[in-house]
């Protein structure tokens, strides 16, 4: 590998610091749930296998992640960087193709029986990257623009940091919430039935969870404050946080066309935590993984565009700029939680509904939500594909007249 020489980068020391420790951290994940399942195999075969091998090959692939950053943030202590790489890729359009595989593979193991320890993880593993390389190869179809170093950066930080502090963030919000979960249930029940719910587990069954989890979302308060914290806070609080992958190098100075790119990688990189820890085994596990597919699109998508804001903000020195930009990824994300919770909450009644004249209204509103989903995708996939080359022409346009203004024609 070429390098250029360069004095000691202070990015590099975090970046070999923070891949250094995702990496025990996954290492811990892998070892402790592989041995959790192959215990559970070997005493009971439990149908806990499937999921527990499952996450444990998920902290497997996110080890595997973090050695490029080790060796890149050691190669940045010892002041060496590697060279940009201009060359396009070729047949990136075919890791497509992939796609279908991967969850033909999965409907053998979830909904057939055939071979889940086995095929289970590969399915699950791959389904989940795939559309990962796809868009990442989209962006990247004419060559890279940035350098590898700083891809690793903006991609583990969207895998490892984003996740970790938005799970606590949404942890910490959502305590508020469940005491008033709490205090109303209270109020509906009579102590000693509260009591009684607590003390006889061997009633928790799906359907008593079932209509416990219906009784609970009867209640408007409880309702209403669901719905907000799902399609209000979550993508305030998510727009975010994903842009901590950038954070690292706003004073450095980026391009418009690099913020882009940066945040699309760092989206990439949470898309892929949610696909490997969202999206379990079962009936449903195909839609559910093609479903994950287009939120990775969307979360690359709108944390490129909270990106571009910021560094447009920085540019023009307004900083309204990045609010408005910011606003419209947590328009596009609400849009998105509005859709997935609308498909979830309808199936989950309709499968528990009697056949009623309600069922053909909600599967219509079933299948709008559905539409709606798709139409996300397909605009966060055009968004991937258009909007770089816009920017890079922007920038290109920008230095032509800058060299025209400091060489004028005599």
Known sequence: MNTLPGKRDQLSVFLLIASILAFLLAAAGFIGMGLLGTMSWLIDNSAAVGPTLIIAAAFMVMGLCTLPGIYFGYQGMQGRFPERKEKTFGGWIYICFLFPIALGLGYLAFNRGVLPILLGPLA????????????????????????????????????????????????????????????TLFQEINNQGLIENFTSPEQWNETYLLTQ????????????????????????????????????????????????LGGAIAGAGYGLFEAFFLGQPGVSWVPVMIARAGATMMHMITTALTSLGIARARESGRWTHALRYYLGAVLLHSLWNISALGVGVIVLFLEDLSPSNMEPGLTSISGVAGGVIFALSLT??????????????????????ASNESHPAT
Request: aromatic residues 12%.
């Open 124 to 183: 699950h593993i791959s389904a989940a990257i795939i559309p990962v390389l796809f868009a990442l190869a989209i962006l990247f179809r004419k060559g890279l623009p940035i350098s590898a170093k700083r891809i690793w950066g903006h991609f583990l930080a969207g895998l490892w940091a984003s996740p970790i502090v938005a799970f606590i963030v949404e942890i910490l919000a959502a305590l508020p919430l469940l005491l008033i979960a709490f205090a």
């Open 213 to 260: 989890t219906q009784n609970l979302t009867n209640q408007p308060l409880i309702l209403f404050l669901i719905m907000a914290f799902l399609i209000v806070f979550v993508p305030l609080a998510e727009e975010a946080i994903k842009t901590i992958g950038i954070w690292p190098v706003i004073r450095r100075g980026f391009t418009q066309y690099q913020a882009f």
């Open 380 to 401: 966060a996939f055009l968004g991937l594909w258009l909007i770089p080359g816009k920017l890079l022409s922007r920038e290109k346009d920008k230095v032509v007249q």
